[in-house]
């Protein structure tokens, strides 16, 4: 805000002084558009108001686009002719003429949340840009063959995406494999079309790529050799591959792989330790290593990672803990940073225990629903890995609040905290206090928490960027208040079912300008007017569920399509808003995603008009009740440019019979 | 008694046929005893035993005798018939058993006539094998009269007689007898020397080792055919006009035209087997093309098996692709065969590649991509068309470099069979047969005009480039 009115007064001042603000170079006031933008995007236009000349230096300045409807395009690219990367993310619908009208100085294009184009447009857009570098085509499920062999034609093309293009096969990859031999990252996730004959000679021509993505491919072993042998490959993903099993892994026995740093095999059900063994044999540089959901964890093979020295990073969600399993982890992986053992069977105390005495350097501990660990486990992870900058250990209920105050008081490094669902109290979050350096703290469902652990909290950690009070049903507003003052930096915070809490609570967040994301589903006493503060101090709010705050009405809409135009997503289920709040609401052209159920003062006729104006809307969520209200080419309509609707039949619950018996309005469907 | 006496010199005649005659189908009939005295005129050795026919006066008077002692049978069986004739005039079944009994003996007696006579003539010597005489034929006239049962047995001689002209594999059998006797000569085809130990030590060894795929060096005996050899359209040629025919049953019928003495039963019907063929040591072949891995100065030299093979590899290897497929106007073959087994299939291949080779297999296309720089797999052209007609300006689709040469002899290997290598085999040895037998270089030189004009080929080119000498010098050099 500040940088922003600095920008104001920077371009009064050159409006009013004789010296021009063009005499200065293009360097210079680059650098000054640099500092405005990473304050405030929105100063940028308020920059390029100012004058002519700064209007042409913010024109010459941007890089990147992200319009929000492809129609707009055409006058946005005329606007800024240098931009190098166009993000068109937002735009649900891109068709074949909007990509052949892009400038030529274009390097990157993302086009993995559009649809609408096809293989022509892609032709289009390799031949006005045939310097692109970095394409990505994910979630183009009706991208063929066809697209693929235009992609080919991009002969500099570095990184590309073809993630869930489910209808390509093996003569599309064989074209972008001859065609852009530059290649260095590739995903072909969900690319199920894709078999053994187009990997070889991906790995013959390719021979640049560091990174490949290959999950829930059909990926065998007759290619798995010919990819290993890729000089460059560092990271290698290989999730929910069905064909890659332990004959696979050990017919590779004999290849060595130096480069390889990263592989990821979580989810590949027919590998089993025997095959972990064997890989990882070759390939000795190994730095990271994900069996998520692969294989149970035996001593045996975890012995054999003794051999891949700079393991640093080590995931092993979902995997079942033989007996000493994670004992030989703690013997054999001394080198490791990183640990994941969430959701893990057979992870006890006495495992555990010894395996952090041994990692005294781990960084990152992931011990999410190891349902079994106690306090002993905590006391020798606090007394051991004082390093730690994360800690996650949601749903271990059966530690108690005070081996948690051990967390705070031994590990001052961390970062990010995850306690949600445990028995946290206020001494804990008291000694949570030396975290100074603390930026995301998950604290839902601690139902002992309180108003005074949370000044504690806003006090001593001014870098907090999200914090996640989920359910914590005895806090009211003096705790969030406290947070508010104490985290200027807050981008995020949940205090959904916080039912305590006030306007008082939003109108003390609103002084937080960062904030992009907030919740408070099920709070039943915020109205309208602490909404509206929210929407005049939160300008970059993004996401905002205010499902079941019934207090909010058409009002709290009103000033939210005025002042929240960076809002994306929003849930009004069971809100009090109608047909007018409704249609202001969808005057906010970003708005891309709506959950509208059970509001009772919507009427079709509203619903179709929100619809029709907001156009970048690309998924709807409503009650099936309206289908039949709708008329049917409306809704083709609004599918057609791009907007997904999701129809959902839950009967009306009664709210608040247990809060707020007094405001009770009774509404059923 | 005349007649029995006959029967047993007829008998010995056509066993000296079936038994020596499979050693040199030159032979006539009833003359083979005779040439054992004599020497080969080309000085071959004795173990290939080869007699070659010349004019003997005591043989041409034993035959002499033989046909006059025939005419008197025919003319006893045709007096009792005047005798008769009158007699019984209802009992008309004998009467034409009896005539075809003359016709018969008649016919024979042609056949006596002509081979008596032929060997008297040099340029007949060639195709002597006409007058060699069916053995069964021989039966049948001296059962004459003694058996009732003649007609059928006739008729299914007959039959024997024609499926012996049909089956190609006799033929090559044949021919293989021809070739040996002219490699061996060691005139027109350049000879390897194998060692006669070695040689021996290869037939000794057993049949099993030869049969099979690689047989170690010098346990074979390699041939070098030459270029204008192999490219030779024909290899069977009239003595007469110099016709040339590709199949020697086809100049058989040719012959025909030239005079009823090759009508003859014996003049049509195919040599017999020669048997001492399978006791030949195993032959491969050697490609004229210095620098081929099939020719024998290669390092890592592979023999060709068969004469068939030499052909095919090298044409499909080191001449023009001259055949284009007629329908897609794209491949291009130098052997014929090739051209149709692909236009069989030409239009359902379903794999592309961008150089516009077509392929059946998505594997073999990949396999092709892989090898050649720059070639990408190409869609049908429908498909692409459809999602490019949205956008009125489509660029032209660049395609990358032709790469004509040496593909089609890549992925055309596995054609290339060994099943009817019979024909062209018998074809190329029938065709040094008629040089050696001859020495008409004349009709071999003549025969060539014709090739050139029937292959398209501009007349010449090919041997121009590289003189036959160079290659044959060539192997000397490498032999020494």
Not at chain 1, 258 to 267: A, P
Request: aromatic content about 6%; charged content about 20%; glycine content about 8%.
């Amino acid at each position: 805000m500040a940088a922003a009115s600095a920008a104001h007064r920077h371009s009064k001042r050159c409006r009013l002084s004789p010296v021009p603000l063009d005499s200065l170079a293009d360097e210079l006031l680059f650098l000054v558009l640099d500092r405005v933008a990473a304050a405030d995007p929105r100063a940028l236009k308020s920059f390029a108001l100012a004058s002519r000349a700064c209007h042409a230096a913010e024109s010459r300045h941007r890089r990147v686009l992200r319009p929000l409807r492809a129609d707009l395009l055409p006058a946005a690219l005329a606007r800024y002719p240098s931009v190098s990367r166009l993000d068109l993310s937002l735009c649900a619908r891109v068709p074949d003429a909007a990509l052949a009208a892009v400038p030529s100085s274009l390097r990157a294009v993302d086009l993995s949340r559009s649809s609408g184009f096809g293989a022509a447009g892609i032709a289009a857009l390799a031949r006005t840009c045939p310097g692109l570098a970095d394409l990505d085509l994910s979630n183009g499920v009706h991208l063929g063959d066809a697209a693929a062999a235009e992609v080919a034609r991009m002969r500099k093309l570095q990184r590309l995406s073809l993630s869930r293009c489910k209808q390509v096969t093996d003569m599309g990859l064989g074209c972008v494999a001859v065609g852009c031999t530059d290649l260095r990252d590739l995903s072909l996730k969900w690319c199920i079309g894709i078999t053994d004959l187009g990997l070889n000679l991906l790995a013959l021509k390719c021979t640049k790529l560091t990174t490949l993505d290959l999950s829930y491919t059909m990926i065998t072993k007759e290619s798995l050799l010919s990819i290993i042998k890729l000089t460059n490959l560092q990271v290698l993903t290989l999730v929910g591959c069905i064909g890659i099993d332990d004959d696979a892994l050990s017919s590779l026995e004999k290849e060595y792989s130096k480069s390889l740093q990263v592989l990821d095999m979580s989810h590949c059900q027919n590998v089993t330790d025997v095959g972990v063994s064997s890989i990882v044999k070759s390939i000795p540089n190994l730095l990271e290593l994900n069996l998520s959901y692969c294989c149970p964890v035996t001593p045996s093979m975890v012995r054999s990672l003794q051999k891949v020295s700079k393991l640093q990073t080590l995931k092993l969600e979902g995997c079942k803990f033989m007996a000493d399993g994670l004992k030989a982890i703690g013997s054999s992986c001394v080198s490791i940073r990183e640990l994941s053992l969430s959701k893990s069977a057979g992870v006890t105390d006495t495992e555990l225990s010894f395996a952090v005495s041994k990692l005294k350097n781990l960084l990152k501990l992931d011990i999410t629903c190891c349902r079994n660990i106690t306090d002993v486990s905590v006391v020798s992870i606090t007394r051991s890995c004082t390093s730690l900058i994360s800690l996650r250990m949601e749903s271990c209920s059966h530690v108690s609040s005070g081996a948690l105050q051990l967390i705070g008081k031994h590990c001052s490094q961390l970062e990010e905290l995850d306690l949600t669902d445990s028995d946290l109290d206020g001494e804990g979050l008291k000694a949570l206090t030396g975290c100074t350096n603390l930026s995301s703290l998950k604290i839902g469902i601690c139902l002992r928490i309180s108003d005074e652990g949370l000044t504690h909290i806003g006090k001593s950690c001014p870098k907090l960027r999200d914090i996640d009070l989920y359910r914590c049903g005895s806090i009211s507003d003096d705790g969030v208040i406290q947070i508010a003052q104490g985290c200027p930096m807050l981008e995020s915070i949940n205090l959904s079912y916080c039912t305590e809490l006030t306007d008082r609570s939003l109108m003390s967040l609103s002084k937080c300008t960062k904030l992009n994301t907030l919740e408070i589903r099920g709070c039943p006493r915020i109205s309208s007017a602490g909404l509206s503060e929210i929407a005049m101090g939160c300008r970059l709010l993004s996401k905002l569920d205010i499902k079941k705050c019934c207090e909010i009405n058409d009002v709290g809409m009103l000033y939210l399509s005025q002042f929240s135009h960076a809002l994306r997503q929003i849930n009004l289920s069971y809100c009090s808003v109608t047909d007018i709040g409704l249609l202001s609401l969808s005057s906010i052209c970003g708005l891309q995603n709506m959950t509208i159920v059970h509001l009772a003062g919507i009427t079709p006729n509203g619903l179709i008009a929100a619809l029709m104006v907001c156009g970048g809307l690309t998924k709807v969520k409503l009650h099936e009740a309206f289908k039949a209200m709708m008329p049917l080419h409306m809704l083709k309509n609004v599918e057609a440019r791009g907007c997904m609707f999701q129809w959902i039949n839950k009967p009306f619950k009664v709210l608040y019979i247990f809060f707020q018996p007094a405001c009770l309005p009774l509404r059923y469907v | 008694m005349d007649r029995s006496q006959n029967h047993i010199h007829g008998q010995s005649a056509a066993n000296f046929c079936y038994q020596f005659g499979s050693d040199n189908p030159l032979l006539g009939m009833g003359i083979q005893q005779q040439f054992a005295p004599f020497t080969s005129p080309f000085g071959a050795s004795s173990s290939t035993n080869i007699p070659h026919m010349d004019w003997n006066p005591a043989t041409m008077l034993d035959n002499l005798t033989f046909i006059e002692d025939k005419i008197r049978q025919v003319k006893d069986v045709i007096r009792t018939m005047v005798d008769n004739g009158g007699q019984l005039p209802c009992r008309q079944g004998d009467l034409t058993q009896q005539q075809q009994v003359v016709n018969a003996d008649l016919t024979c007696l042609i056949v006596q006539l002509i081979s008596t006579a032929g060997s008297l003539l040099p340029s007949l010597k060639n195709s002597s094998f006409l007058s060699q005489p069916p053995a069964g034929h021989m039966d049948t006239v001296n059962h004459v009269g003694s058996s009732s049962s003649f007609i059928p047995n006739a008729t299914t001689i007959s039959e024997e007689n024609k499926e012996d002209m049909c089956s190609p594999e006799d033929y090559e059998e044949l021919f293989k007898g021809f070739t040996d006797g002219a490699m061996e000569g060691g005139i027109e085809i350049d000879n390897v020397f194998v060692e006669e130990q070695d040689a021996k030590d290869g037939d000794e060894g057993g049949d099993a080792s030869m049969d099979g795929e690689n047989l170690p060096p010098g346990s074979y005996e390699l041939l070098q055919l030459e270029k204008d050899e192999i490219l030779a359209p024909h290899t069977h040629f009239c003595s007469i006009c110099g016709k040339g025919f590709k199949r020697d049953a086809n100049l058989r019928m040719h012959m025909r035209g030239h005079g009823d003495e090759y009508k003859s039963p014996a003049a049509l019907a195919k040599p017999p087997r020669d048997a001492s063929v399978e006791h030949e040591l195993v032959k491969r072949y050697s490609c004229p093309f210095v620098g081929c891995k099939r020719n024998k100065l290669h390092k890592n030299f592979q023999p060709l098996k068969t004469i068939l093979c030499v052909k095919n590899h090298y044409k499909r290897s080191h001449c023009e692709k001259s055949y284009t497929c007629s329908r897609c106007h794209t491949k291009k073959f130098s052997v014929m065969a090739d051209l149709k087994t692909h236009e069989k299939h030409c239009g359902r291949d379903k794999w592309l590649c961008s150089c516009g080779t077509s392929f059946s297999r998505k594997d073999k296309l990949f396999a092709h991509v892989a090898l050649f720089q720059g070639h990408t797999p190409a869609l049908p052209a429908d498909e692409t068309k459809n999602s490019s007609d949205q956008i009125s300006r489509v660029g032209s689709h660049q395609e990358p470099a032709k790469f004509p040469s040496s593909m089609g002899s890549s992925f055309m290997w596995g054609t290339s069979s060994s099943d009817d290598r019979g024909l062209d085999v018998k074809g190329l040895a029938g065709c040094s047969e008629d040089i050696l037998s001859t020495g008409n270089f004349g009709s071999f030189n003549f025969s060539f005009g014709p090739a050139d004009g029937f292959t398209g080929e501009p007349s010449g080119s090919s041997f121009s480039v590289l003189p036959p000498e160079h290659f044959q010098s060539a192997q000397k050099k490498g032999k020494n």
